[in-house]
């Protein structure tokens, strides 16, 4: 064989394996954005889940209340409990006032 052919021989070879490469590559890309996108969907109907049950929550709420932080709050909260409705409290201002979310009660 020539010189001429050798060189060509190895440069066609050189591209064969350059191509074999970028295949294998574009393949391994492949998996990767599958993987992305299947992930993608999953948090999508995670995101819509969550933004259902806060969607309904709200719906839920009826009102919110803030008093000092004292025993009187116990019957308040008694009171709305007996009539139905359920109740969040919450201590705000370093403890000093309790914030009473008033929802829907639970069927």
Aim: include cysteine.
């Amino acid at each position: 064989m020539s010189r001429k052919n050798c060189d060509k021989d190895a440069v066609i070879s050189r591209l064969k394996k350059e191509k074999a490469d970028l295949e294998s590559q574009v393949n391994e890309l492949k998996y990767i954005v599958h993987d992305a996108q299947a992930t993608n969907h999953l948090m999508n109907e995670q995101i819509s889940d969550m933004r259902e049950l806060i969607e309904q929550d709200a719906a839920r709420e009826c009102g919110c209340v803030t008093i000092a932080n004292s025993t009187c709050y116990q019957d308040f909260v008694g009171i709305l409990i007996n009539n139905g409705y359920a109740v969040e409290v919450e201590q705000i201002a370093k403890g000093q006032l309790l914030k009473i979310t008033i929802k829907e009660g639970e069927e």
